[in-house]
């Protein structure tokens, strides 16, 4: 059973980017068919979609925070990462990273709640 | 690209069935097979019980199933448990977007 443990700051100021790390245990980053995504969960609202990067390397994102949003593999480590450049305080969140197979998400990360102050 | 919309809560007696809307649009829903639903109790990670509209995962009770028509998918929980209440929220493929969750909606048991 693969097995998602998130990592990052949990405050932050405005402007600050914000970074956060997902280490994937019980299985391969690179074992094909998966897609390793960002989904956050804003106060009031539903969940959102951010993006998924593939074991390749290649990246797709929510087209509302495409230029300010990376994702990376570090496949030596078998961590994937996400950052998130010139936050604001609507991207305070619980923010999750999962891994998607067959469309659905399978696996989860115990969810990094980020406060972005003024 | 707009959220799925599901009912706020709904609630049930043990032993009961209740089913949880998901509607969405023919860009999401409409179109596209890969309808998931996941469970999530207060303070705990997301649990896929749905993938594929009606496919469960290994381990998934048979008690929880998944259907879908035109732009709206269902989750149906059925002989009710007290583990059952918590939150549970769909997800589409949207094509472009290009995933799209629902709202989410609370079961309670009565």
């Known amino acids: 059973q693969v097995h998602l443990q998130m990592s990052g700051p949990g405050l932050l100021k405005a402007s600050q980017t914000l970074s956060l790390t997902c280490t994937v245990s019980?299985?391969?980053?690179?074992?094909?068919?998966?897609?390793w995504s960002w989904i956050r969960h804003r106060p009031g609202k539903g969940l959102e979609w951010l993006g998924y990067?593939?074991?390749?390397?290649?990246?797709y994102f929510n087209p509302s925070l495409r230029s300010r949003l990376s994702l990376s593999l570090v496949t030596s480590e078998n961590q994937f990462s996400l950052s998130l450049r010139s936050v604001t305080a609507a991207d305070s969140a619980l923010y999750y990273c999962?891994?998607?197979?067959?469309?659905?998400?399978?696996?989860w990360g115990q969810g990094v709640l980020v406060t972005v102050s003024s | 690209q707009s959220a799925l919309t599901q009912p706020a809560s709904v609630s049930g007696s043990p032993g009961q069935s209740v089913t949880i809307s998901c509607t969405g649009t023919?860009?999401?829903?409409?179109?596209?097979?890969?309808v998931s639903w996941y469970q999530q109790h207060p303070g705990k990670a997301p649990k896929l019980l749905i993938y594929?509209?009606?496919q469960r995962p290994s381990g998934v009770s048979d008690r929880f199933s998944g259907s879908k028509s035109g732009n709206t998918a269902s989750l149906t929980i059925s002989g009710l448990q007290a583990e059952d209440e918590a939150d549970y929220f769909c997800?589409?493929?949207?094509?472009?977007?290009?995933?799209?969750f629902g709202t989410g909606t609370k079961v309670t048991v009565l």
């Open positions: 997800c589409s493929f949207a094509g472009s977007s290009p995933y799209v």
């Open positions: 594929g509209v009606s």
């Open positions: 999962a891994r998607e197979w067959e469309g659905a998400y399978d696996s």
């Open positions: 990067i593939s074991e390749t390397g290649g990246s």
């Open positions: 023919s860009s999401d829903i409409g179109t596209y097979k890969l």
């Open positions: 019980g299985g391969s980053l690179t074992s094909g068919s998966h897609y």
